[in-house]
């Protein structure tokens, strides 16, 4: 699988738009999380890639981060109850995702952690 970022932006660029007029409460902003957790799950899954549930978490949980809505309004961050974390995810694992993400600012942080355990 090549970066993905490109494709993966549209996709939920499309799927999100449907929320440019709601309230972003936390009802909201959670089914906005789910609707990028699916999306990378179908992604996964029909490019027969396996990835770990925290490596999932973490990836899908940049990506929320990273959302605004009409351009500007910022998704609520204090949904999760846990954050997924970098220092639980293999060193290839997260070589394989920095490859995916390679020249996007998701990539950064998965280098670092991968640096730092060289």
């Given at each position: 699988m090549k970066n993905i970022h490109e494709s993966v932006s549209k996709l939920l660029t499309t799927k999100l738009s449907k929320y440019k007029n709601e309230k972003l409460n936390v009802a909201t902003c959670t089914t906005i999380y789910q609707d990028i957790f699916e999306t990378f799950v179908d992604i996964f899954q029909e490019s027969r890639t396996e990835i770990s549930n925290e490596a999932m978490n973490m990836i899908c949980q940049m990506y929320y981060d990273a959302v605004t809505i009409n351009g500007n309004q910022e998704l609520d961050p204090?949904?999760?109850?846990?954050?997924?974390?970098?220092?639980n995810i293999e060193t290839k694992e997260l070589a394989?995702?920095?490859?995916?993400?390679?020249?996007?600012?998701?990539?950064?942080?998965?280098?670092?952690?991968?640096?730092?355990?060289?």
């Open positions: 204090n949904i999760f109850s846990q954050r997924a974390s970098l220092k394989m995702l920095a490859s995916f993400f390679s020249n996007t600012p998701f990539a950064e942080p998965l280098i670092f952690e991968i640096k730092k355990r060289s």
